[in-house]
């Protein structure tokens, strides 16, 4: 059974209706959508279509990988602010 992650937009509402300062997306989230790219490039019935689907497994990669970096920057900063504080 495929699991589906909650949307974007739900994720936003809850964010701003909680009033929480953080940046939205998962890097979890995005190697799931990873995989799931990466076994429709497998079942793919054409080169095209497995060409695509591997580029796009690669760039939910890419952006998870991104995200973290973002987090840690992020965390970092607020660490260096706390102790300035």
């Not at 989230?29 to 076994?39: D, L, T």
Request: aromatic share 10%; with cysteine; proline share 4%.
């Amino acid at each position: 059974m495929l699991h589906v992650m909650p949307s974007w937009r739900a994720r936003l509402d809850r964010y701003h209706h909680r009033n929480i300062d953080a940046m939205p997306g998962d890097p979890k989230e995005c190697r799931f959508h990873a995989v799931r790219c990466a076994q429709l490039a497998a079942e793919a019935k054409t080169a095209d279509m497995r060409a695509t689907f591997l580029g796009l497994s690669k760039q939910w990669e890419k952006f998870a990988t991104e995200l973290e970096k973002a987090h840690a920057f992020i965390e970092q900063g607020d660490a260096d602010f706390r102790r300035v504080a």
